[in-house]
């Protein structure tokens, strides 16, 4: 090789206002009345030629995904921190002031966004109960014919009904949120439960302010007894309200 | 009993869950290009759906992707029968089945 080969690259996790703290194994680069948040990282780990193969490491994608997540967590509990998405890492930390400039009214807007918020997530379940066996067998093919037609109304009645608390409980949750977003259901594969998955949601709520989780409490005791679960995760970094789409 | 409080409550206690971890982290926050190139669509763990999940169903169609709204497992196996007989069509217009046979003469 001609020249050194360079041996580290710098990971940005995601950005602060400049005077906020920084975790104490953390750096930041600072540039336009913003901080990114960094910490340099092995090549050998992150760069272009191994990623593709550490993506696919399920052991290795597991840790740095929660890595990232567990850095933004830390510093989402002391300041308001804009997230990255995994992944960003520049070669050194003038590359990182670039990008800030580059970024600056994104960044600068989303900070302002966040302030003082944290985000929530609320996933409705539905345990849905065994399909209704018939009793007997089928008398003949008009009996057959009509219960094929009541059961198949019955099972579309259901889903609207399901479709309709779903709705209500996102309105009700919503209105204890300054922002909220609705994501797809996590397939069950995804999700690793026998339940089906009816909402995944976020919500984006002010530090302190309980209401949410008091709504995603009374929700829970209203509908449990009808199969349905309702699961608040969180606080996370504003990861759902940051961004172009957002 | 503070948000963050109930909200442990509700997840169990334990860690979050990798799934929300992952549906977050992949594919939500802050998109910016690094110096170091890295397209997380090539992320093969935890079976092609999980792709799917985290391009949007909108991205995936504009690659032409849609049978997750089948069923997964009949159009998996489908999928992979395609290209079973994708590959031995390929093998033989670059003449492997030729080759082959002409050891054999």
């Given at each position: 090789m001609?020249?050194?080969?360079?041996?580290?690259?710098?990971?940005?996790y995601?950005?602060?206002?400049p005077?906020?703290?920084?975790p104490?194994d953390?750096e930041?680069?600072e540039?336009d009345?913003?901080?990114?948040?960094?910490?340099?990282?092995?090549?050998?780990?992150?760069g272009?030629?191994?990623l593709?193969a550490?993506?696919?490491?399920?052991?290795?994608?597991?840790?740095?995904?929660?890595a990232h997540d567990?850095?933004?967590?830390?510093?989402?509990?002391a300041?308001?921190?804009?997230?990255?998405?995994?992944?960003?890492?520049?070669?050194d930390?003038s590359?990182v002031?670039r990008?800030?400039g580059?970024?600056?009214?994104l960044?600068?807007?989303?900070?302002?966004?966040v302030r003082?918020?944290?985000?929530?997530?609320?996933k409705?379940?539905?345990?849905e109960?065994?399909?209704?066996?018939?009793d007997?067998?089928p008398?003949?093919?008009?009996a057959?014919?009509e219960?094929?037609?009541d059961?198949?109304?019955?099972?579309?009645e259901?889903?609207?009904?399901?479709?309709?608390?779903?709705?209500?409980?996102h309105?009700?949750?919503?209105?204890?949120a300054?922002a909220?977003?609705v994501?797809?259901?996590?397939?069950?594969?995804?999700s690793g439960r026998?339940?089906?998955?009816l909402?995944?949601?976020?919500?984006?709520?002010?530090h302190?302010?309980?209401?949410l989780?008091?709504e995603?409490?009374s929700?829970?005791?209203?509908?449990?007894?009808?199969?349905?679960a309702f699961?608040?995760?969180g606080?996370?970094p504003p990861?759902?309200?940051?961004?172009e789409?957002? | 009993?503070?948000?963050?409080?109930l909200?442990?409550?509700?997840n169990g206690?334990g860690p979050a869950?990798?799934?929300d971890v992952l549906e977050?982290?992949?594919?939500?926050?802050?998109?910016?290009?690094?110096d170091?190139?890295i397209?997380l669509?090539?992320?093969?763990?935890l079976?092609?759906r999980l792709?799917?999940?985290?391009a949007?169903?909108?991205k995936?169609?504009?690659m032409?992707i849609?049978?997750w709204?089948g069923?997964p497992f009949?159009?998996?196996?489908?999928?992979?029968?395609?290209?079973?007989d994708?590959?031995?069509?390929?093998?033989?217009?670059a003449?492997?089945d030729?080759?082959?046979?002409?050891?054999?003469?």
């Amino acid at each position: 090789m001609i020249s050194a080969a360079q041996d580290t690259g710098v990971y940005v996790y995601g950005v602060l206002a400049p005077d906020a703290p920084v975790p104490s194994d953390l750096e930041t680069v600072e540039h336009d009345g913003l901080a990114a948040l960094v910490r340099e990282v092995p090549l050998d780990e992150f760069g272009e030629d191994v990623l593709p193969a550490h993506l696919n490491d399920r052991e290795w994608l597991e840790r740095h995904v929660r890595a990232h997540d567990d850095v933004l967590e830390a510093a989402a509990a002391a300041a308001t921190v804009v997230p990255f998405r995994f992944g960003v890492i520049c070669h050194d930390r003038s590359d990182v002031a670039r990008l800030l400039g580059e970024h600056a009214e994104l960044l600068r807007r989303d900070l302002v966004r966040v302030r003082g918020c944290e985000e929530l997530g609320v996933k409705v379940w539905y345990d849905e109960p065994g399909a209704t066996a018939p009793d007997e067998a089928p008398s003949g093919g008009r009996a057959y014919l009509e219960r094929r037609r009541d059961d198949r109304r019955r099972a579309l009645e259901l889903a609207a009904e399901r479709e309709s608390l779903v709705a209500d409980a996102h309105d009700r949750l919503a209105r204890c949120a300054v922002a909220s977003t609705v994501n797809r259901p996590q397939p069950k594969e995804l999700s690793g439960r026998d339940e089906q998955m009816l909402l995944n949601a976020a919500y984006l709520v002010r530090h302190g302010d309980t209401r949410l989780a008091r709504e995603v409490a009374s929700l829970h005791a209203e509908h449990a007894p009808n199969g349905y679960a309702f699961e608040l995760t969180g606080p996370w970094p504003p990861y759902n309200f940051v961004g172009e789409d957002a | 009993m503070s948000a963050r409080d109930l909200a442990r409550n509700g997840n169990g206690g334990g860690p979050a869950q990798l799934a929300d971890v992952l549906e977050r982290v992949l594919d939500k926050g802050i998109v910016i290009a690094g110096d170091i190139q890295i397209n997380l669509l090539d992320i093969e763990l935890l079976t092609i759906r999980l792709r799917l999940l985290i391009a949007s169903a909108d991205k995936a169609r504009e690659m032409g992707i849609d049978w997750w709204e089948g069923d997964p497992f009949l159009s998996r196996r489908a999928g992979n029968d395609g290209l079973e007989d994708r590959l031995k069509r390929l093998e033989a217009a670059a003449g492997l089945d030729a080759g082959e046979s002409k050891d054999e003469s």
